[in-house]
C-alpha cells in the first residue's frame, strides 16, 4: 500500500502533468500584407498574368547546354550544400531544446579512501577517527515539467527556425539557377561579339588592302590607308576585352558548378547563340508571388520563431516545477556493497520561482518583443522588395525587346549603308571617309545589337528570378526514417508540394 508521503508525491506530480501544456505568450498569427490583384505593368511583349508554370523556367531558352549545366550546378554547388548543411543544423538544434521536456538521468559510481579530522563534527562518526573506505553506485534523475509552455515554445521557434533554414536553401537553390542562366547568356554574349568583331576586322583588313591598293596606282593619297589601317586597328582592340569577359563568364559557371574553372573553357569552344525569349511569358497574379518566392516564406517563418521566444521569455516569470530523485547503494564495505542494506533512495518535487532578478526577466521579454517587431517589418519588406523586383524586371524584359527591334532595323539599314560606301569609293565617286563612317557604325550597331538581344534574355532570367521559380524541381528526396527530428518530427514544416499559405489583407 503507498505511503502517505509517496501519495503525496505521486498527487503533486498528477497535477503538474495536468497542467502542463498550458503555453503563456502570445500565439503566433501571421502577418497580413496588402496584396494588389494585377500587376502595374501593362501586360505587353508577350508577357501574361496567366497562372505561371516556373518549375523548369530555364527550358523555355531552349538551349540543352544550359538545361545540363543547371543539373551539373544542383549537383556540386558549394552554397547549396552549405544551406543543405544548415538544414541539418537546425533540425538537431531542435533535438537540443526539445531534450529540455525530458527526464534526465545521470548513472555514476566511485570509491574514495578517507580518514576524517577528530575534531570535526564528522569524525564524531568514525571510531578514533581512523581511515575507511566509501563505494558508491546509483544515478540521480530531474524531470522539469514545462508547466507554462517554456520549454514548448522554445520548441516552436526551433521548428520554425527549421523552415526558415528550409526555405534559406530554396532561395539559394533560386539564385543558383538565375546564376547559371545569367553567366551562361553572357558568355555567349560575349562570344557572339568577338564573332561580330572578327567579321568587322576581315571586312576592315579587305578595305586596307583596297586602299593600300589605289594608293599605288595612285588613285588615292596615303590618308586613305592611315584612316584604314586606323579603322582596323581600333577593331581589333575590343577583341582582348571581350575575350576576358566570355572567359570570365565561364569561371563563373564553374565555380557555380563546384569544378575547377579552367576547363570549363573547352566545353564552350563549340559557339552557339544568343538564347532567343519564348514567344510568351506568364507572371501569374501578385497573390501567387507571396506563396511561391523563398525569401518571403523564409522571412514569415522567422516571425513566427521570433513570436515563439517572447512565450519562452514570458514562462521565465512563473515558477519551474521539477521532480527529482536519486537510488544507489553506499557502504563502507565492498562485500557489503550491493546488500538491501546499503540501498538508499529519494523522489519529490520542487519548485524554482525567481523573486528578484534586477528587471533581467522583464528585459528579456521587452528584447523579444523588439525582435518580433523587426522580423514583422523585414517580412513587409521583402513582400513590397518583390513587387518592385517582378515589376521592375518585367518592364525592363519588354522595353529591351523594343530596343533590339530598333537595333535590328539599324543593322539592316549600316549594312546596305556600307555596301553602298564601298562601291561609291571604289568608283571614285566617294571619299574613303564615307566608307570609314560607314562601317564604324555597322560595327557599333551589330556590337548593340548583341549586346541588347543579350540584355533581353537576361532580363527575362532576372523576371524568372523575381518570380522565384525552380526550386521546386529540385526538391530533395527524404532519406528512410527522415520524417522529422530526432525528438518529436518536424511538426508544421511547410511541404514543397503544399507552400506555406500566407494571408492575404484585400
Same mark, same amino acid.
Given at each position: 500500500?503507498?505511503?502517505?508521503?509517496?501519495?503525496?508525491?505521486?498527487?503533486?506530480?498528477?497535477?503538474?502533468?495536468?497542467?502542463?501544456?498550458?503555453?503563456?505568450?502570445?500565439?503566433?498569427?501571421?502577418?497580413?500584407?496588402?496584396?494588389?490583384?494585377?500587376?502595374?505593368?501593362?501586360?505587353?511583349?508577350?508577357?501574361?498574368?496567366?497562372?505561371?508554370?516556373?518549375?523548369?523556367?530555364?527550358?523555355?531558352?531552349?538551349?540543352?547546354?544550359?538545361?545540363?549545366?543547371?543539373?551539373?550546378?544542383?549537383?556540386?554547388?558549394?552554397?547549396?550544400?552549405?544551406?543543405?548543411?544548415?538544414?541539418?543544423?537546425?533540425?538537431?538544434?531542435?533535438?537540443?531544446?526539445?531534450?529540455?521536456?525530458?527526464?534526465?538521468?545521470?548513472?555514476?559510481?566511485?570509491?574514495?579512501?578517507?580518514?576524517?579530522?577528530?575534531?570535526?563534527?564528522?569524525?564524531?562518526?568514525?571510531?578514533?577517527?581512523?581511515?575507511?573506505?566509501?563505494?558508491?553506485?546509483?544515478?540521480?534523475?530531474?524531470?522539469?515539467?514545462?508547466?507554462?509552455?517554456?520549454?514548448?515554445?522554445?520548441?516552436?521557434?526551433?521548428?520554425?527556425?527549421?523552415?526558415?533554414?528550409?526555405?534559406?536553401?530554396?532561395?539559394?537553390?533560386?539564385?543558383?539557377?538565375?546564376?547559371?542562366?545569367?553567366?551562361?547568356?553572357?558568355?555567349?554574349?560575349?562570344?557572339? +561579339?568577338?564573332?561580330?568583331? +572578327?567579321?568587322?576586322?576581315?571586312?576592315?583588313?579587305?578595305?586596307?588592302?583596297?586602299?593600300?591598293?589605289?594608293?599605288? =596606282?595612285?588613285?588615292?593619297?596615303?590618308?586613305?590607308?592611315?584612316?584604314?589601317?586606323?579603322?582596323?586597328?581600333?577593331?581589333?582592340?575590343?577583341?582582348?576585352?571581350?575575350?576576358?569577359?566570355?572567359?570570365?563568364?565561364?569561371?563563373?559557371?564553374?565555380?557555380?558548378?563546384?569544378?575547377?574553372?579552367?576547363?570549363?573553357?573547352?566545353?564552350?569552344?563549340?559557339?552557339?547563340?544568343?538564347?532567343?525569349?519564348?514567344?510568351?511569358?506568364?507572371? /501569374?497574379?501578385?497573390?501567387?508571388?507571396?506563396?511561391?518566392?523563398?525569401?518571403?516564406?523564409?522571412?514569415?517563418?522567422?516571425?513566427?520563431?521570433?513570436?515563439?521566444?517572447? /512565450?519562452?521569455?514570458?514562462?521565465?516569470?512563473?515558477?519551474?516545477? =521539477?521532480?527529482?530523485?536519486?537510488? /544507489?547503494?553506499?557502504?563502507?564495505?565492498?562485500?557489503?556493497?550491493?546488500?538491501?542494506? =546499503?540501498?538508499?533512495?529519494?523522489?519529490?518535487?520542487?519548485?524554482?520561482?525567481?523573486?528578484?532578478?534586477?528587471?533581467?526577466?522583464?528585459?528579456?521579454?521587452?528584447?523579444?518583443?523588439? +525582435?518580433?517587431?523587426?522580423?514583422?517589418?523585414?517580412?513587409?519588406?521583402?513582400?513590397?522588395?518583390? %513587387?518592385?523586383?517582378?515589376?521592375?524586371?518585367?518592364?525592363?524584359?519588354?522595353?529591351?525587346?523594343?530596343?533590339?527591334?530598333?537595333?535590328?532595323?539599324?543593322?539592316?539599314?549600316?549594312?546596305?549603308?556600307?555596301?553602298?560606301?564601298?562601291?561609291? %569609293?571604289?568608283?571614285?565617286?566617294?571619299?574613303?571617309?564615307?566608307?570609314?563612317?560607314?562601317? +564604324?557604325?555597322?560595327?557599333?550597331?551589330?556590337?548593340?545589337?548583341?549586346?541588347?538581344?543579350?540584355?533581353?534574355?537576361?532580363?527575362?532570367?532576372?523576371?524568372?528570378?523575381?518570380?522565384? /521559380?525552380?526550386?521546386?524541381?529540385?526538391?530533395?528526396?527524404?532519406?528512410?526514417?527522415?520524417?522529422?527530428?530526432?525528438?518529436?518530427?518536424?511538426?508544421?514544416?511547410?511541404?514543397?508540394?503544399?507552400?506555406?499559405?500566407?494571408?492575404?489583407?484585400?
Amino acid at each position: 500500500m503507498m505511503t502517505t508521503p509517496t501519495r503525496r508525491t505521486a498527487i503533486t506530480v498528477t497535477v503538474l502533468l495536468a497542467l502542463a501544456g498550458c503555453k503563456v505568450g502570445p500565439d503566433y498569427k501571421q502577418p497580413e500584407t496588402p496584396v494588389t490583384t494585377s500587376w502595374h505593368q501593362d501586360m505587353e511583349r508577350g508577357v501574361s498574368a496567366a497562372p505561371a508554370d516556373l518549375s523548369r523556367w530555364w527550358t523555355t531558352l531552349g538551349d540543352p547546354m544550359l538545361d545540363r549545366l543547371i543539373e551539373r550546378a544542383i549537383a556540386g554547388n558549394l552554397d547549396l550544400k552549405v544551406a543543405e548543411a544548415r538544414i541539418r543544423e537546425t533540425r538537431a538544434q531542435r533535438g537540443v531544446v526539445a531534450a529540455g521536456a525530458l527526464p534526465q538521468v545521470d548513472v555514476g559510481a566511485g570509491y574514495q579512501r578517507q580518514e576524517q579530522s577528530q575534531n570535526s563534527a564528522a569524525g564524531d562518526f568514525t571510531p578514533s577517527g581512523d581511515p575507511f573506505s566509501l563505494y558508491n553506485a546509483g544515478f540521480d534523475a530531474s524531470w522539469e515539467i514545462d508547466v507554462f509552455g517554456r520549454v514548448g515554445r522554445q520548441v516552436e521557434s526551433a521548428e520554425a527556425d527549421i523552415q526558415a533554414a528550409d526555405e534559406a536553401r530554396r532561395d539559394t537553390l533560386v539564385t543558383l539557377l538565375s546564376e547559371v542562366a545569367r553567366n551562361y547568356v553572357e558568355a555567349r554574349g560575349f562570344q557572339t +561579339r568577338i564573332e561580330i568583331a +572578327r567579321e568587322n576586322i576581315r571586312i576592315q583588313a579587305e578595305s586596307v588592302d583596297i586602299t593600300t591598293a589605289r594608293y599605288n =596606282s595612285g588613285l588615292t593619297s596615303d590618308l586613305d590607308v592611315a584612316r584604314a589601317e586606323a579603322q582596323l586597328a581600333a577593331t581589333q582592340s575590343a577583341i582582348p576585352v571581350l575575350e576576358t569577359g566570355f572567359k570570365t563568364s565561364i569561371y563563373n559557371i564553374g565555380v557555380l558548378l563546384g569544378v575547377e574553372p579552367g576547363p570549363m573553357v573547352a566545353e564552350f569552344e563549340n559557339s552557339a547563340p544568343i538564347p532567343p525569349p519564348p514567344a510568351a511569358v506568364a507572371v /501569374g497574379i501578385p497573390a501567387e508571388l507571396l506563396r511561391r518566392r523563398p525569401d518571403i516564406r523564409r522571412a514569415e517563418r522567422q516571425v513566427a520563431a521570433a513570436n515563439a521566444l517572447i /512565450g519562452a521569455a514570458t514562462a521565465d516569470l512563473f515558477p519551474r516545477f =521539477s521532480l527529482t530523485g536519486s537510488f /544507489g547503494y553506499s557502504s563502507n564495505s565492498f562485500g557489503e556493497w550491493t546488500d538491501s542494506t =546499503s540501498r538508499f533512495w529519494n523522489i519529490g518535487p520542487a519548485v524554482r520561482w525567481p523573486i528578484f532578478e534586477g528587471g533581467r526577466l522583464l528585459a528579456n521579454i521587452k528584447v523579444q518583443d523588439a +525582435r518580433t517587431e523587426q522580423a514583422v517589418a523585414l517580412y513587409e519588406k521583402s513582400v513590397l522588395t518583390a %513587387y518592385a523586383e517582378v515589376e521592375s524586371s518585367m518592364l525592363a524584359y519588354m522595353r529591351e525587346q523594343s530596343t533590339r527591334d530598333a537595333l535590328e532595323r539599324a543593322v539592316a539599314a549600316n549594312r546596305r549603308a556600307t555596301d553602298l560606301a564601298n562601291t561609291l %569609293y571604289v568608283r571614285g565617286l566617294a571619299g574613303y571617309l564615307t566608307v570609314i563612317d560607314a562601317q +564604324r557604325a555597322l560595327f557599333e550597331t551589330q556590337d548593340l545589337l548583341a549586346r541588347s538581344r543579350q540584355a533581353v534574355a537576361t532580363n527575362l532570367i532576372a523576371l524568372y528570378k523575381a518570380l522565384g /521559380g525552380g526550386w521546386e524541381t529540385f526538391e530533395p528526396k527524404p532519406e528512410e526514417g527522415d520524417s522529422g527530428s530526432e525528438s518529436g518530427g518536424d511538426q508544421g514544416s511547410p511541404s514543397p508540394a503544399a507552400p506555406t499559405a500566407v494571408p492575404v489583407a484585400g
